[in-house]
């Protein structure tokens, strides 16, 4: 198994107030990328990561914003927390880009988020 | 604009064989991946077809057809284990960028 972790694992906050969410990995992979997953929308991509400093935004990233300033750790934040953003967060990794094996994307344990 | 389906649930017996069907229409290809997802837990890799054809991996087996923009995913002599969301995602562009379809809930029944 790929060597990522996520904190916390479980969070639950008010409106209103920041959020930061933690995926750590030892894989030393370069890209990284956050999801949530919500009932009947799937996985769907918030922001990516391709090197240290170097981010991009995905699907949804209305509302979050991340950085990545060692390899190994990726932040997701959320400026100002909404109940619309109650949901489960996984990280990811992936080796390479391209159309390969080899950069098959690998999930954490996920974040349960909930915002009251 | 990107679409990805698949059936939202099935059910199946213990020990026989079921496949799980996934359509897509996306702009540019450049994989095909299914993931398996137990309950309150991450997604993890099953396989990857970037060819059409079958990718075959124990009691699991993938299928391809890229003009139909079609795959499926077959599973044989099911276990209970086997009970678990399945879900296909493309791969579109060149980014590493994964497009998920909702997931088939699949339930094994003894």
Known sequence: DAGITQSPRHKVTETGTPVTLRCHQTENHRYMYWYRQDPGHGLRLIHYSYG???????????????????????LLTLESATSSQTSVYFCAISELAGGSRTDTQYFGPGTRLTVL | GQNIDQP???????????QINCTYQTSGFNGL??????AGEAPTFLSYNVLDGLEEKGRFSSFLSRSKGYSYLLLKELQMKDSASYLCAVRAGETDKLIFGTGTRLQVFP
């Open chain 2, 33 to 38: 991946f299914w993931y398996q997802q137990h």
């Open chain 2, 8 to 18: 939202t649930e099935m059910t199946a017996t213990e020990g026989a064989i079921v």
């Open chain 1, 52 to 74: 240290v400093k170097d981010t991009d935004k995905g699907e949804v990233s209305d509302g979050y914003s991340v950085s990545r300033s060692k390899t190994e750790d990726f």
